[in-house]
Each structure stands twice: as structure tokens, then as C-alpha cells.
């Protein structure tokens, strides 16, 4: 019987050691080392920023492996996470930021699930015909059993064009005293001007968003195609980059940070409303 | 502060990696006593089986100790010449590179089974003695598999023969 | 032999114990199976697409292999296709784009694939489906007898992959399995 076991377990084990059939003939090219190099996916560039996967990206690296947020390896990853061909970074803001990040008393992650970064996707829908440029912001949230990514502003020319509240002495308004006439002015001011925006309050704030769901709903948007995407990340403390996506022949290619920007206090409100463009 | 830090974080590496050191001394006879034991058991399976092979149709859940071992040990098995025919086929056809030829082959190998239906299950993955398979094929479709993608990643780890000596089912799992 | 039995049921009884109440997570070893299982299915998808797009292959046979590949697929996956000289996406139903491919009548295709592939985590939905992407780089080269045209390019694919527990009958047994399917492809040509 323990022969018979032996055997069989002999048999198993030779055949689960001869060489199988691996998942790349022998046809196939050879990368060169350029696709190895490259972030191919976002998830990419949070595992290296973070140092949780090997250098050639086979091994994830989790809580407990040795390697796992490895200091050294983080800086080798991070020094090769910048776009070096177009954006112009110093290296010496490189070097500062990289100095915080890899702290030793305090080291800073990024985190997929944590809140802090977002999405920027370049699109194109028709309204009422025509193809126009609509960007969308996304970010992602909790949900169910999971997370999704969900559309968090959006902007869109057409609709900014439409709202343009006036200023000073251009600007009609209601008198202090209409209530005592039942508002009966409202319709004079609603008739004479094509800017009802005028008697809003001064934070009023359109809501760009709603209105391109509504005309969506009405048939009047329709979804065509998307042209870009890229993110922008203010998870690290006092600090801003954006990623972005390069195509292009060499090893400094795939997802890359394309900006960095050091924050002094209020900074970030500054470049947020710059970024959303909402005004 | 910042040697201090490094000591902290040098101690809590080499507590993650310590019980990982114990683990695995402890697991690889574990885990070669499991293997023994399900081959052990595969063993009496096909011995249990090669009872349904003869006249007796009850299929008597009962557990009963291996009967006769000593014999099974020279000769092969209903159940191994079964599975090394079908390895034959599944490399034939994998390796085939005329379209009838293989089509020939997955007739004939279809003749070994109860059905063309029969099941096909592949073991991807076992933790704790609990198996992850594929999503379940027919044996129709797997040997068709083989022809498509040329290439022959699972080898046979359990079989089921019916009293004719067809095959009823098949476990197979990927070769490392 | 009786005692060592005993031994084993006994130590499979204290794993399987311990396996249960972590039956839905996925472990990294687990985690690495669903991988290569992922990653067998891209590649599966690559051979009938070579099949598919073979001038070689029956109409017959053809039909059959695009059923086979459309089965890899989540209902409604669609392809995602954008060029270097056009940046925007072109999007093609799966179906679509096979019966695409086998219009394209090369006499001779070969499609290959890097020997490079990225594999995301895992990362759970509302619904509670596991989703992933795996990326591969293929190059495509598709040559023409007639006209001696010869067309070749190198693409990146990012494919979604679903993954789900999921449960079956098996000659009354219960069967648990990990039902790995392809969903949308982003494929961007490259300038390798």
C-alpha cells in the first residue's frame, strides 16, 4: 500500500514538475525591458509609490512580506515616477518631496480607498447636436459591499456661457421695499432681463452638474467618446501632483507625475477651484 | 527618535517574520501529510470505484476499508489505464495541428465517457484542504479547449468510471 | 496506516475549521491562483482570436470559436479602441468586433503577446463582485497574398476581469467555484 501511495505521489510530483506549457510560446517577442519599465496601470503607480510589489511588478507585496513599504525600494520606485521628458520638475522639488514622503518618523502613503484624489476625464457628448468638450470629474466612494467611482462636478462650456451674473452698476436688482408691493416687481425684473441670475444671492452657485443631468434626461446631451484622463492627488501633506498618462517610445512612459506643486496654507482652496473651474 | 523608530520597525519585521519561519517548517510535512492523505484517499476512491466496475450495481455508500490492496499495486487499474489514455488524447489533440485530425481524436476520446456531458472540474487552487476550481466544463467543450488554445495545462487528478467502465466524471489541475 | 488516517482527518478537520470563516476573503495565495486563472483566460482569448481572424479557418469553425470566446465575456463587454493618430475611443460590441476581425480576411495573422503582463488588485464592487484589470501587450501582424500588404502594430489592452464565488451541482455534490469573466478592453496602440 505506502509503495503504491509512494508511486503515485512520485508520478504527481514529476508531472507537476515537468516543464508545462508556460503562458508564452516560444514566438513570442521579447520586451526589452521598455513595458517592464513602464506604469502600466494607475494600480501600478500606487503599489510602487507605496513600494508594495516587486521591482518587475510579478510580486504584490502585503503587510508582513520583508519587502513590504520597503524604504529603499520606495525611493528607487518614486525616482522613476516622474514624467522627465515634458513636464519640467525641478530636481530639486523632486528631491524636497521625496524627502517628506520617505521620511523615517513619518512616511506618507497614497491610498486607493482614502479620500484626496480624483479623477479628470476629458469627454465628448453632443448637445442639442453638436459634439462638445465636457469634462468630468469623478471620484470614488463606498458603496454596497464595495466602492464605485462617481461623478462629482462637471464642466461644460455652454453651460458656463449661460450663466454670467453682472456686477456693479450693470447688475438689476429688487428693492429693499418690494415686499410691501407683494413682489409684484418680479415680473418686470424676469421681463426686461436676461440675467435672472442677478437676484441671486452673491453665493449662489450654479450647479453645473444637475443642469447636464436634466439636459440629459431631456434627450438633450448624449454620451460620445472619451479623449483623456488623468488624476490629481493632494493625499501627500502640503503637496499637490497630477498623474497623467505618456505614450511614447523609451523607458519613462505609462502613468507619471506630471506636476508637483509644493502648498502654502490655502493653496490647495486656490488650485481646487482652479482645477474645477467652476466660475 | 530616528534610530529609535528604525529599532521599532527592525523588531516588528522580524516579528512578521519569525512565525512565517515557524509556519512553514511546521506546514511542508503538513502539507506533504495532506497530499499523502489525499492521495490516500483518491487511492480508495478508485478502489471503491473499481467495485462498481463489477456486476454489483448497488453503489453502497457505506465505507468499506480498501479490500484487496495488494493486487492493485502490480496491476493498473481500470481507473489508471483510463487515465492514461486520456492523457494520451489530450496531448494529441493539444498538439495537433490539422483541424479533422483533432476533430478524430475528440470523437474517439468522446467514446470513453458516459456522456458527452460529463463534467469537468479544474482545481485552481487549495488552501486548508478546501479546493477552488474553475468555473465546472463538459468534457465536450474541455477536449475542444484543447484543440482552440493548443495547449495542455491540467493533468488528471481524480476519475469516476460507471459500471461500464465509462468515465462519469473528472478532476483535473493545473501542472506547476 | 489506521493511525496516520486518524492523524490526517484530524488535521484536516482543525484547517478546514479555520478556512471557513475566511472562505470569502481572498488570500494572497488565492489571490495568485484567480490571477494566473485571469491571465489564462486573456491568452485563451488571444488563440481564438488568431483562429478568428485566420483566413485558414472554416466559416463553420469560426463561428464556433466565436462563440467559445464570446463565453469568456460578462454580457455587454465592449472593446475600447483608440490609435496613436486618434486619440478618442472607438467603441466596438465584443461580437462586433470578432465579426470585424474575421471581415479583415488576412491570409495569415499571428498574433503574439510580450512576455510581460500587470495584474491590479482586486478590488470589491457594490454589488460585491470582485473586479480587476490585467494588462498585456500584444503585437498584431496581419499579411495579405494577394495585394503582399502586411499590417502590424503593438497594443496595450487593459481587460477587465470579474470575479465571483460562485456555486454548482455536481452529481449532487455542491461545487464552489471562482468565476473569472472578461469584461471591457481598452486597447491603446503604442509606439514600440
Known amino acids: 500500500m505506502r509503495k503504491l501511495i509512494l508511486s503515485v505521489f512520485l508520478l504527481i510530483f514529476t508531472l507537476e514538475m515537468a516543464p508545462g506549457q508556460g503562458l508564452y510560446s516560444p514566438g513570442s517577442p521579447k520586451d526589452d525591458g521598455r513595458f517592464a519599465a513602464s506604469t502600466k496601470q494607475v494600480n501600478q503607480f500606487f503599489r510602487r509609490f507605496n513600494a508594495e510589489e516587486s521591482v518587475d511588478g510579478s510580486q504584490r507585496y502585503y503587510n508582513g512580506d520583508a519587502l513590504f513599504r520597503d524604504r529603499e525600494l520606495r525611493g528607487k520606485f518614486i525616482s522613476i515616477l516622474f514624467d522627465n521628458e515634458t513636464s519640467g520638475i525641478s530636481n530639486e522639488l523632486k528631491k524636497e518631496f521625496m524627502t517628506e514622503v520617505l521620511s523615517e518618523v513619518m512616511p506618507q502613503y497614497i491610498n486607493f480607498h482614502r479620500e484626496g484624489w480624483f479623477a479628470e476625464v476629458q469627454s465628448i457628448f453632443t448637445y442639442r447636436g453638436k459634439r462638445e468638450n465636457v469634462t468630468l470629474f469623478l471620484k470614488i466612494q463606498p458603496e454596497g459591499l464595495g466602492y464605485e467611482w462617481v461623478i462629482d462636478k462637471v464642466v461644460f462650456q455652454p453651460f458656463k456661457e449661460i450663466f454670467n451674473k453682472p456686477q456693479g452698476e450693470s447688475k438689476g436688482f429688487l428693492h429693499p421695499l418690494s415686499h410691501e408691493l407683494g413682489f409684484m416687481n418680479l415680473r418686470k425684473a424676469f421681463q426686461d432681463s436676461d440675467t435672472p441670475e442677478a437676484f441671486t444671492p452673491k453665493e449662489y452657485q450654479p450647479d453645473y452638474l444637475t443642469l447636464f443631468l436634466y439636459e440629459m434626461k431631456r434627450g438633450n446631451i448624449k454620451f460620445e467618446t472619451i479623449m483623456d484622463v488623468k488624476f490629481h492627488f493632494f493625499q501627500i501633506n502640503n503637496w499637490y501632483f497630477e498623474l497623467n498618462q505618456f505614450n511614447r517610445p523609451g523607458f519613462n512612459t505609462g502613468w507619471l507625475i506630471s506636476n508637483l506643486v509644493k502648498l502654502k496654507p490655502g493653496d490647495k482652496e486656490t488650485l481646487l477651484r482652479y482645477i474645477y473651474d467652476q466660475k | ?176 | 496506516m489506521k493511525k496516520y488516517i486518524s492523524l490526517f482527518l484530524l488535521l484536516f478537520l482543525a484547517t478546514a475549521a479555520v478556512s471557513v470563516a475566511q472562505s470569502d476573503n481572498i488570500s494572497p495565495a488565492r489571490k495568485q491562483a484567480i490571477d494566473s486563472l485571469a491571465l489564462e483566460k486573456v491568452k485563451d482569448l488571444s488563440k481564438y482570436i488568431s483562429i478568428i481572424g485566420s483566413k485558414e479557418t472554416q466559416f463553420s469553425e469560426a463561428n464556433r470559436v466565436m462563440d467559445r470566446a464570446e463565453e469568456l465575456f460578462a454580457p455587454g463587454a465592449e472593446m475600447g479602441v483608440s490609435s496613436l493618430n486618434r486619440k478618442e475611443i472607438a467603441y466596438y460590441k465584443v461580437r462586433r468586433y470578432f465579426e470585424r476581425l474575421m471581415a479583415l480576411n488576412y491570409d495569415r495573422v499571428n498574433i503574439t503577446w510580450y512576455d510581460i503582463h500587470y495584474i491590479s488588485d482586486l478590488e470589491r464592487q457594490p454589488d460585491g463582485r470582485y473586479v480587476g484589470v490585467v494588462t498585456v501587450y500584444q503585437r498584431f501582424e496581419g499579411t495579405s497574398l494577394e495585394s503582399g500588404l502586411n499590417y502590424r502594430d503593438t497594443t496595450k489592452k487593459d481587460i477587465t476581469i470579474y470575479v465571483e464565488k460562485k456555486q454548482t451541482q455536481i452529481a449532487g455534490r455542491t461545487i464552489e467555484f471562482w468565476d473569472v469573466m472578461l469584461g471591457d478592453i481598452r486597447v491603446t496602440e503604442t509606439s514600440a
Not at chain 2, 492523505?37 to 457505506?62: D, I, N, T
Not at chain 2, 486520456?86 to 478524430?104: C, H, M, P, W
Open chain 2, 1 to 176: 527618535m530616528l534610530f529609535v523608530q528604525y529599532g521599532l520597525s527592525q523588531r516588528k519585521n522580524k516579528q512578521f517574520i519569525k512565525p512565517k519561519m515557524k509556519r512553514r517548517t511546521i506546514q511542508s510535512p503538513v502539507s506533504t501529510l495532506l497530499t499523502l492523505a489525499l492521495f490516500g484517499l483518491l487511492a480508495m476512491g478508485a478502489c471503491k470505484s473499481k467495485k462498481k466496475v463489477a456486476p454489483a450495481p448497488a453503489p453502497a455508500p457505506v465505507e468499506q476499508p480498501a479490500p484487496t490492496p495488494p493486487p492493485a499495486a502490480p496491476q493498473p487499474s481500470a481507473e489508471e489505464i483510463a487515465v492514461g489514455k486520456l492523457e494520451n488524447y489530450f496531448n494529441s489533440i493539444a498538439q495537433s495541428t490539422n483541424v479533422d485530425a483533432a476533430n478524430r481524436t475528440i470523437n474517439e476520446a468522446l467514446g470513453m465517457f458516459s456522456n458527452s456531458q460529463t463534467p469537468v472540474l479544474i482545481v485552481i487552487h487549495q488552501e486548508n484542504g478546501i479546493k477552488d476550481y474553475d468555473e465546472p466544463t463538459t468534457i465536450e467543450k474541455y477536449l475542444h479547449y484543447l484543440k482552440d488554445t493548443k495547449k495542455n495545462l491540467n493533468f488528471i487528478s481524480d476519475i469516476r468510471l460507471d459500471g461500464n467502465g465509462r468515465v462519469t466524471e473528472l478532476e483535473l489541475r493545473r501542472k506547476k
